[in-house]
């Protein structure tokens, strides 16, 4: 794959909600490899736009495409099959399993055996494996065992790390991975998504401007379901429009 | 621990027509049937998250198929049996692709829906299921040349193929396929965004609970040799969901359970009170407040807790 297809591209998409536009017009390309983060105020259409990216809704016009592929049209889980994976500003996870069940069955979404009406999943013991060893990247390695439901807030949202990041992704959404955390936990997760390697293109919603600019070197900034700022993440920020609308001063 | 008591339980299931009565040797096989018929809709209700009102469909249809199959078209009762399972299986295909658009409220109201046309059919459509009268004069299987008259010979048939049933749906929801039902069931949306096609998992889980549904069916024809349209009926179906919720639904043993107490309630109290429909109701009822998880998670919870209250 030559590095100039952009690993998404964005044409001229167009979400409406009845009459209320949730996206207009939105422009964006994403290059291998990049660190892209997208910020604006609340109901910029930020969610929105990861929305149509993973195919939950459907735009009203325009296209998607990842690696050159038009997948504007696609399932959710048939662009999870091209190598798109995200995760969730609110937690979703399965509270009634372990941990490591919870990573498996994302590993399980990519493997063949899914169909399997016969075996069971302990018989794939090769997933429960990396299961554990993307838990142990996470730090939540002796933990594996445990049930969602019984581990704290931050663990949760490391949990969604994990589950996305076992499944190898070639784009990976992370949607604000650092809502509700405390100081600490956000150096945590900010460690570990910096640690995501290049081979997985990164975009990213997040609030936290002093956290996530750190880790972006591109920046979109929404407003309306408009791409008002769009470019180097210094050159963005010296904006003058970024400041009008985002930062505020 | 578990497993011997299973074995115990199993093997007083095999001797009993040894000692008991015929009265007692009837109302086991119609519990069996039963419990199949709840254990293939608990595969929809329990591990899939899909609540139907129309399972009686599965059971109606395989039952009329296979009498019409062998008075109308003289076919012998095994082929008929194959053949009423496969069409069953067609039709569950299709009415999952119809019921499938939906889920929870929807997803019910599709089934009962679907189940009502079956009914209705049933009972208007008069050349091919003699409407109100029923079917009767219909025969019993006999495999490997023994007869199935008997009521204990066709018990032991009936305990053999729940077995089977059990065995199989066992292995169903242990399986990777039933790991991914259940995560759909608690989060269909996370469930696609991880690659898993959920409408698919769902629409085999359908057929596959058709299949057991539409088993039951045959077993249930077999035993009573006459086939009616109050089978196809929304009473029908809603014991069922009765006997999985009561029991416990997302468990393997408690719509055996479930069904038990119904089959049981029904014999017994229908002999003493004249609306023993009430009576159900009010047991079930007794249920829900006591055990709102169903008696066999309900029973679990508080013998661990006063396991863990001694230790």
Same mark, same amino acid.
């Given at each position: 794959?030559?590095?100039?297809?952009?690993? %998404?591209?964005?044409?001229?998409?167009?979400?409406?909600?009845?009459?209320?536009?949730?996206?207009?017009?939105?422009?964006?390309?994403? $290059?291998?490899?990049?660190?892209?983060?997208?910020?604006?105020?609340?109901?910029?259409?930020?969610?929105?736009?990861?929305?149509?990216?993973?195919?939950?809704?459907?735009?009203?016009?325009?296209?998607?495409?990842?690696?050159?592929?038009?997948?504007?049209?696609?399932?959710?889980?048939?662009?999870?099959?091209?190598?798109?994976?995200?995760?969730?500003?609110?937690?979703?996870?399965? &509270?009634?399993?372990?941990?490591?069940?919870? *990573?498996?069955?994302? %590993?399980?979404?990519?493997?063949?055996?899914?169909?399997?009406?016969?075996?069971?999943?302990?018989?794939?013991?090769? $997933?429960?494996?990396?299961?554990?060893?993307?838990?142990?990247? *996470?730090?939540?390695?002796?933990?594996? #065992?445990?049930?969602?439901?019984?581990?704290?807030?931050?663990?949760?949202?490391?949990?969604?790390?994990?589950?996305? $990041?076992?499944?190898?992704?070639?784009?990976?959404?992370?949607?604000?991975?650092?809502?509700?955390?405390?100081?600490?936990?956000?150096?945590?997760?900010?460690?570990?998504?910096?640690?995501?390697?290049?081979?997985?293109?990164? *975009?990213?919603?997040?609030?936290?401007?002093?956290? &996530?600019? #750190?880790?972006?070197?591109?920046?979109?900034?929404?407003?309306?379901?408009? *791409?008002?700022?769009?470019?180097?993440?210094?050159?963005?920020?010296?904006?003058?429009?970024?400041?009008?609308?985002?930062?505020?001063? | 621990?578990?497993?011997?008591?299973?074995?115990?339980?199993? +093997?007083?299931?095999?001797?009993?027509?040894?000692?008991?009565?015929?009265?007692?040797?009837?109302?086991?096989?119609?519990?069996?049937?039963?419990?199949?018929?709840?254990?293939?809709?608990?595969?929809? /209700?329990?591990?899939?998250?899909?609540?139907?009102?129309?399972?009686?469909?599965?059971?109606?249809? +395989?039952?009329?198929?296979?009498?019409?199959?062998?008075?109308?078209?003289?076919?012998?009762?095994?082929?008929?049996?194959?053949?009423?399972?496969?069409?069953?299986?067609?039709?569950?295909?299709?009415?999952?692709?119809?019921?499938?658009? +939906?889920?929870?409220?929807?997803?019910?109201?599709?089934?009962?829906?679907?189940?009502?046309?079956?009914?209705?059919?049933?009972?208007?459509?008069?050349?091919?299921?003699?409407?109100?009268?029923?079917?009767?004069?219909?025969?019993?299987?006999?495999?490997?040349?023994?007869?199935?008259?008997?009521?204990?010979?066709?018990?032991?048939?009936?305990?053999?193929?729940?077995?089977?049933?059990?065995?199989?749906?066992?292995?169903? /929801?242990?399986?990777?396929?039933?790991?991914?039902?259940?995560?759909?069931?608690?989060?269909?949306?996370?469930?696609?965004?991880?690659?898993?096609?959920?409408?698919?998992?769902?629409?085999?889980?359908?057929?596959?609970?058709?299949?057991?549904?539409?088993?039951?069916?045959?077993?249930?024809?077999?035993?009573?040799?006459?086939?009616?349209?109050?089978?196809?009926?929304?009473?029908?179906?809603?014991?069922?969901?009765?006997?999985?919720?009561?029991? @416990?639904?997302?468990?393997?043993? @408690?719509?055996?359970? @479930?069904?038990?107490?119904?089959?049981?309630?029904?014999?017994?109290?229908?002999?003493?009170?004249?609306?023993?429909?009430?009576?159900?109701?009010?047991?079930?009822?007794?249920?829900?407040?006591?055990?709102?998880?169903?008696?066999?998670?309900?029973?679990?919870?508080?013998?661990?807790?006063?396991?863990?209250?001694?230790?």
């Amino acid at each position: 794959m030559s590095a100039s297809v952009p690993a %998404l591209e964005i044409i001229n998409l167009k979400k409406f909600f009845g009459g209320l536009p949730a996206t207009q017009d939105v422009n964006l390309q994403v $290059m291998p490899g990049e660190r892209r983060l997208i910020i604006g105020p609340n109901g910029a259409g930020k969610t929105t736009l990861f929305n149509q990216i993973t195919g939950d809704f459907l735009p009203t016009s325009g296209q998607i495409k990842l690696f050159g592929t038009d997948i504007t049209r696609l399932k959710p889980h048939e662009r999870a099959h091209m190598g798109l994976s995200r995760t969730y500003q609110i937690i979703t996870l399965f &509270a009634k399993d372990t941990l490591v069940h919870n *990573v498996t069955l994302g %590993l399980l979404g990519l493997s063949p055996a899914r169909w399997n009406l016969f075996k069971p999943l302990g018989h794939y013991q090769e $997933m429960e494996v990396e299961a554990r060893r993307v838990l142990g990247l *996470v730090g939540l390695g002796s933990m594996a #065992d445990r049930l969602v439901s019984e581990i704290a807030y931050g663990q949760k949202r490391r949990v969604e790390i994990a589950m996305a $990041m076992a499944q190898k992704p070639k784009l990976l959404l992370l949607d604000e991975p650092l809502a509700g955390l405390s100081a600490e936990e956000r150096t945590t997760i900010k460690e570990l998504i910096a640690a995501i390697p290049k081979e997985t293109t990164l *975009v990213m919603i997040e609030h936290d401007m002093d956290t &996530a600019l #750190d880790l972006a070197e591109t920046v979109t900034l929404l407003h309306y379901g408009k *791409v008002i700022v769009d470019g180097q993440r210094d050159a963005v920020i010296a904006d003058e429009k970024t400041r009008e609308v985002y930062l505020g001063h | 621990m578990k497993r011997i008591s299973g074995f115990l339980f199993l +093997a007083l299931l095999c001797v009993f027509p040894l000692f008991a009565g015929d009265f007692y040797i009837n109302l086991v096989s119609q519990i069996l049937i039963a419990a199949i018929f709840a254990m293939s809709l608990n595969l929809l /209700v329990g591990y899939g998250g899909l609540t139907s009102l129309g399972h009686a469909s599965f059971l109606g249809f +395989a039952a009329y198929a296979s009498a019409w199959s062998t008075t109308h078209m003289g076919l012998g009762v095994g082929t008929s049996a194959v053949i009423s399972v496969l069409a069953t299986m067609v039709m569950a295909g299709l009415f999952g692709m119809i019921a499938l658009r +939906a889920t929870g409220l929807g997803f019910l109201m599709i089934t009962l829906a679907l189940s009502q046309v079956l009914w209705g059919l049933a009972y208007r459509w008069v050349a091919v299921t003699n409407g109100d009268n029923g079917m009767s004069g219909l025969a019993r299987p006999s495999p490997f040349g023994i007869s199935l008259d008997s009521g204990a010979n066709y018990y032991w048939f009936t305990l053999v193929v729940f077995v089977i049933a059990y065995w199989l749906m066992a292995i169903f /929801v242990a399986s990777a396929f039933g790991s991914a039902l259940r995560g759909t069931r608690d989060q269909a949306r996370r469930m696609s965004a991880l690659g898993h096609d959920v409408w698919m998992i769902r629409w085999i889980t359908f057929i596959y609970a058709g299949f057991w549904g539409a088993v039951s069916g045959l077993l249930y024809v077999y035993y009573t040799k006459y086939i009616h349209p109050s089978s196809l009926s929304i009473t029908a179906s809603a014991e069922g969901l009765l006997s999985v919720i009561a029991g @416990g639904s997302g468990t393997l043993g @408690g719509p055996v359970v @479930g069904a038990a107490l119904l089959i049981i309630l029904k014999n017994y109290a229908s002999a003493y009170v004249e609306r023993w429909n009430m009576l159900l109701g009010f047991v079930f009822l007794f249920i829900v407040l006591v055990l709102p998880e169903g008696i066999v998670p309900g029973l679990k919870r508080i013998f661990s807790r006063r396991q863990g209250g001694q230790s």
